[in-house]
């Protein structure tokens, strides 16, 4: 910021930015630069000579760049309807929905699916995109701890102890993205079960990495019509975008009633095909992804060794350092010595929780990562900084 607060023509902006500088909060874009350590591309896809090609192969047989409007006027391309049908076989639901991205679409799942007098109990650490729809919604929303469904059983009894009667939605991350815990998928689902509930599972840090394929942490239960998965396109399968993958009766309904559907420019048809692109890779070449699983339990190995770091349990290694200013500071000095590390502050992640989130992506090296965790040890050493458990 060029101008004192006072010259601004909008000073209250300008103070909250100053407010943020003095706090070690203030954000900005920074270049590309280094190893990757940041980004969610965990299967190196997104810079890949198979999407290239791909990109190149889809325009050679003249799939257009844009869509030119929304699905339900002229925007509904080829690619998007062949793209829903083969993700939906590959997730193995009834339907598929793509999307522009994850955040749009989780905004649209649950300003538009639950219903007045409904209930949406979501885990503590849902992300923003879900907190955003509720608070769009109709329905009523309550939170519980942070994986624990016990916790999430005692608030159904509690809410219908006190007459709440209609249905509930139960909403969890298989993979959070801050924290790089896993969800007890199969306990939610026994919950969901028992309580008729539906269980709506965010998969955008376990897509292309967990279970068969590459198909997630729910994949096991998606078949059944009260439970809904959404696929992000933009991490693990190297593009953007997102696919919501359920029951056609909820298709149907995001198409007729989701506003962040309708009133949208559909995602560009070259996206889809390099989704599509992206989908066949998973199913046709499971060697990507073991070949990530070795970097993310080398990772872990040496974090233990070299930090004495442990309790990962994905490809999202969070170091925890607590203070804002100090955390961001120990990121550039990484970013010094060529490894993009990001510092992650709050509001992202809770207050005095501050952390370096070191990202496991598929453009690293067993040898370059094993650098990395000596530097980050000598950095550790050299600061006095200790990391919370």
Request: glycine share 10%; charged share 20%; net charge negative.
């Amino acid at each position: 910021m060029s101008q004192p607060a006072a010259a601004q023509p909008f000073p209250r902006h300008a103070e909250a930015l100053q407010s943020l500088q003095a706090r070690g909060r203030f954000r900005q874009l920074m270049p590309r630069a280094g190893h990757d350590f940041a980004s969610n591309d965990y299967l190196g896809l997104a810079q890949s000579e198979l999407l290239q090609q791909a990109a190149s192969a889809a325009l050679a047989r003249g799939v257009p760049v844009g869509a030119g409007g929304s699905r339900l006027l002229r925007g509904n391309a080829d690619e998007h309807v062949v793209l829903e049908a083969e993700a939906a076989a590959f997730f193995g639901t009834e339907a598929a929905l793509f999307m522009g991205g994850g955040f749009n679409a989780n905004q649209a799942i649950f300003s538009t699916l639950p219903q007045k007098g409904d209930l949406v109990l979501h885990d503590a650490l849902i992300h923003a995109s879900t907190h955003d729809g509720m608070r769009l919604g109709r329905a009523e929303a309550c939170k519980f701890r942070h994986n624990d469904p016990v916790d999430a059983a005692a608030q159904i009894a509690g809410w219908r102890a006190e007459g709440g009667a209609g249905q509930i939605w139960i909403a969890i991350e298989s993979v959070y993205s801050m924290e790089g815990t896993l969800a007890p998928v199969a306990e939610f689902a026994v919950l969901a079960a028992r309580e008729d509930a539906v269980l709506v599972v965010d998969e955008a840090h376990a897509t292309g990495l967990f279970e068969d394929l590459g198909r997630g942490l729910a994949h096991d239960y998606a078949d059944d019509p009260k439970v809904l998965t959404l696929h992000t396109c933009g991490k693990g399968l190297g593009v953007s975008g997102a696919l919501i993958c359920g029951a056609q009766v909820l298709i149907e309904s995001l198409i007729n009633r989701g506003r962040g559907f309708i009133f949208a420019t559909a995602p560009s048809p070259l996206n889809a095909a390099l989704v599509r692109a992206a989908l066949k890779e998973l199913a046709q070449n499971p060697a990507r992804s073991q070949r990530a699983w070795e970097h993310i339990k080398h990772a872990h190995a040496e974090a233990a060794r070299l930090c004495g770091l442990s309790g990962f349990q994905s490809q999202i290694l969070p170091v925890i350092i607590g203070d804002d200013r100090r955390t961001m500071d120990l990121a550039a000095r990484l970013q010094s010595h060529g490894f993009d590390i990001r510092g992650i502050r709050p509001p992202t992640v809770p207050r005095g929780t501050s952390r370096l989130r070191v990202s496991l992506t598929g453009t690293l090296s067993k040898p370059v990562i094993t650098q990395m965790f000596e530097c980050l040890a000598k950095e550790l050493t050299q600061s006095g900084l200790e990391v919370a458990e």
